[in-house]
């Protein structure tokens, strides 16, 4: 119960001292250094030489617990340069699914003119305990991120657990290092501005006997067209280069010009995807049940129309539409 208090209190602390920003710049109000967990022996053996040469009145054991004071003060300038001279930036935060991982993509720059070495990142996980195991490992093998080497910028990718539907606001981001010597740590926190949008798990159900067209389908065949060989589209004027053998000569011979046929094949019915055609009795049930027929959709490649309490949509298709309407599903209040 106190760890608990003081931890809430030490991190509104750190979270008063940096703003909300999708670029951050980090400097000596924000970046904090002390003694790593080895770096306490070496604090212990100060403490002992210095305290065993005064005791003895040995010149030996002082002049070593001078030497290695001088060496600690060089490991705290050198350690703390390394994460005070970066600068981070959220480049794309990318539409994640709910109870899953997303992803977050970071520029890690460096504004002074030495590189900054050994640098350690990743997200502050929420409770990942209804997480598969399968994204467990994804978050152990790539939750922390180890740059060797930062000279100018470097973009990376980490994954960050979304476990709620809807605005998700990011984990703070740490980074640290313990550069040169591992006898001090230095690190420091970033919160991002920008959230995480959560679109609902898909939930299966009989999706044959819940789909129908579109209303404005007055029959079989989709308004929507795409360049063919099949169904005559429209006139153009001709272009040269263009095949003779699509010129209209039909207009030619009436005076009306050198115009080209084109052509478009169908790409078959359109679909429409309602909100109160869905089985569950429940709202988030629903959206759930929504997200798996517009992700149906998606691999059929066919058009459709997804209607929601907040709106109807447009027609379309393909992977662009589809993450819009998921966007929609993750908006939804």
Not at 127 to 141: C, F, P, Q
Not at 159 to 178: C, D, F, K
Not at 192 to 208: G, I, K, L, R
Not at 242 to 253: D, G, I
Request: glycine share 8%; hydrophobic share 45%; aromatic share 12%.
């Amino acid at each position: 119960m106190i760890v608990q208090f003081v931890r809430q209190k030490a991190d509104r602390f750190f979270a008063s001292r940096v703003k909300r920003s999708d670029d951050v710049t980090f400097g000596i109000r924000n970046v904090y250094i002390f003694f790593s967990r080895q770096g306490l022996l070496f604090g212990v053996l100060l403490i002992t030489t210095f305290v065993t040469g005064i005791n003895y009145g040995n010149n030996l054991v002082l002049g070593l617990c001078f030497y290695l004071f001088g060496v600690w003060l060089l490991t705290v300038f050198h350690t703390f340069v390394q994460v005070s001279a970066l600068q981070v930036r959220l480049v794309e935060v990318a539409l994640a699914q709910s109870g899953s991982i997303g992803w977050a993509t970071l520029e890690i720059s460096n504004k002074s003119a030495k590189p900054s070495r050994q640098i350690f990142l990743g997200f502050q996980q929420p409770n990942t305990e209804s997480l598969s195991s399968e994204n467990k490992a994804v978050l152990e093998m790539s939750g922390s991120v180890v740059l060797p080497y930062v000279d100018k910028s470097v973009l990376v990718r980490l994954p960050v657990y979304a476990n709620q539907r809807g605005r998700m606001t990011l984990p703070r981001l740490e980074i640290h290092s313990v550069y040169p010597l591992g006898v001090m740590k230095v690190w420091t926190y970033a919160y991002f501005e920008c959230p995480m949008w959560v679109y609902p798990t898909p939930v299966a159900f009989d999706w044959q006997n819940n789909k129908k067209s579109a209303p404005s389908d007055g029959n079989e065949w989709s308004n929507i067209g795409v360049v063919g060989q099949s169904d005559f589209d429209t006139l153009n004027e001709y272009v040269e280069g263009e095949s003779l053998a699509r010129v209209s000569w039909s207009h030619v011979a009436r005076g009306a010009g050198m115009l080209t046929k084109h052509f478009a094949d169908s790409v078959g019915r359109e679909w429409l995807i309602d909100y109160q055609d869905m089985p569950n009795a429940h709202h988030e049930g629903r959206l759930s049940e929504l997200a798996f027929a517009v992700l149906q959709m998606r691999d059929s490649q066919m058009p459709f129309v997804l209607n929601l309490p907040s709106g109807a949509g447009e027609l379309g298709q393909g992977d662009e539409f589809v993450n819009q309407c998921l966007l929609r599903l993750a908006k939804e209040p």
